[in-house]
């Protein structure tokens, strides 16, 4: 299997190179030439398998054979073993036809793990196999540089950066980052918002040559083994609730839009889905897209659910050039207009969008009448992310006769802002975690400045 760039003027590459890659050369990101189909028997035998056999089975057709079957296995295996929940992502009903995809029971209580876990693992194999090192550079807007850190901090051949938006993340998340004491690891508050952050890191990948030779890798969701990873629990929910013999919808709190491009993956592999909510806050890019065809910037918002605090989505350009049939120069004159102007959706890509994907955006006030309310009908406490799901799942979904999975993407204790402005006293970490305010902190606070960030890097790695 080879992998192209949605933009369509760079080399295609081997799942070896796309994972160490990240970002394409001309700006685009990697997708699969080709997908993998599965059978309506082959999702069928996978009822009942363990989390990890169903993931092995899922994502050994992407890797191509460019790991050994019995150590791709064991990599996998080792990945989902440092989940606290022996089902990994455990499926809680919440009504007759209404369920949460708990994502949270990983090192780091986000859906992030599901991926990372297993990406640091992938990058240090292939990484000693090259007898290579390599800087690791992310940006976050909350759970993606924790569940990062928390992947690689045990890996030999790779030192990690990340950025995120200074006094923007919760009180937990930026702990969960900066608290963590490894050689490897360096963190940095940017003087800016997550937009600045990924634009530094794009415009890093872009032109490496501040590294002088040393290999710049990707952990954020450009990364392909990311999506290749939350494929699985889409599938492994899918064929929990009856797949292939009956559809399932999905709701998914959406930023950044890798999460969603998963599912849609999962669909085009053989999953049936009925229906792709994407659940939006007050930064709605994707909402006014798909409903009113504007694909504009806004100013960033800042939320009460603040890893939804994004402007630009960048994986929504996967999606964009699948709708546009590939076409690799249409998605990049498309996203040129998109940086300096109102921009549009052709008619014809618009409506394949809407004839598989629906929206709902909410605001603050909406996320905590929503907290309150899930608690009163279901005895959850959901996280503020999760919130949005839940009451898209309620006010977008095609029927009440297809299960309904709204996906949690987040513990409720990394957002105890919201859940105390919400009325309740808050929720408690887990026991691992429940020293986590005490510890001691180490980051850096910088402009945000490529000259200022990529310094630090040159000046910081091993």
Request: proline share 4%; charged share 20%; with cysteine.
């Amino acid at each position: 299997m080879r992998y192209v760039s949605t933009r369509g003027q760079a080399p295609a590459l081997s799942f070896e190179e796309v994972v160490l890659t990240g970002l394409a050369n001309d700006g685009g990101l990697y997708v699969p030439e080709s997908l993998p189909h599965f059978s309506a028997e082959a999702l069928a035998d996978m009822a009942g398998l363990s989390y990890a056999e169903i993931a092995f089975r899922v994502m050994q057709p992407f890797v191509n054979g460019e790991i050994d079957d019995d150590t791709f296995h064991g990599l996998v295996t080792d990945a989902y073993a440092t989940f606290n929940h022996d089902a990994v992502l455990p499926l809680k009903q919440l009504d007759a036809n209404h369920f949460l995809l708990e994502q949270f029971h990983g090192p780091t209580l986000a859906f992030k793990d599901v991926a990372l876990q297993l990406l640091g693992r992938l990058l240090d194999h292939f990484l000693k196999k090259r007898n290579e090192r390599a800087v690791i550079m992310g940006a976050t807007s909350g759970d993606t540089g924790s569940a990062a850190i928390e992947g690689c901090r045990h890996c030999d051949n790779l030192d990690i950066f990340i950025l995120h938006p200074h006094n923007r993340v919760s009180e937990v998340q930026r702990r969960q980052m900066t608290t963590v004491v490894a050689n490897n690891v360096f963190n940095v508050a940017i003087e800016g918002n997550f937009d600045d952050a990924q634009a530094m890191v794009k415009q890093s990948f872009a032109n490496q040559d501040f590294l002088n030779g040393s290999r710049l890798v990707a952990v954020n969701s450009i990364n392909w083994a990311r999506i290749m990873a939350q494929i699985v629990y889409y599938v492994a929910a899918g064929v929990a609730l009856g797949a292939p013999h009956r559809e399932v919808s999905f709701s998914v709190p959406s930023a950044n839009f890798g999460n969603v491009f998963a599912g849609y993956m999962a669909h085009r592999m053989g999953l049936p889905v009925k229906q792709f909510i994407i659940a939006t806050n007050a930064n709605d890019i994707l909402h006014r897209t798909l409903t009113a065809n504007d694909f504009s910037k806004r100013e960033l918002a800042a939320t009460l659910a603040p890893s939804m605090d994004i402007v630009v989505s960048s994986n929504f350009e996967r999606l964009l050039f699948d709708a546009y049939e590939r076409d690799g120069d249409a998605v990049a004159a498309l996203l040129e207009r998109f940086q300096t102007e109102p921009t549009a959706l052709a008619d014809a890509p618009l409506a394949k969008l809407r004839a598989k994907f629906s929206s709902f955006s909410v605001d603050d006030a909406t996320i905590l009448e929503v907290i309150r309310e899930a608690h009163h009908r279901t005895g959850e406490i959901l996280d503020p992310h999760t919130a949005t799901g839940y009451r898209a799942a309620e006010r977008a979904r095609a029927d009440q006769s297809t299960p309904m999975v709204t996906l949690a993407t987040a513990h409720p204790a990394k957002f105890a802002e919201a859940v105390v402005k919400a009325g309740f006293q808050g929720v408690p970490l887990p026991t691992h975690m429940d020293d986590l305010l005490d510890r001691e902190e180490r980051y850096s606070v910088l402009p945000a400045t490529l000259e200022a960030v990529q310094q630090f890097v040159v000046d910081n790695r091993r």
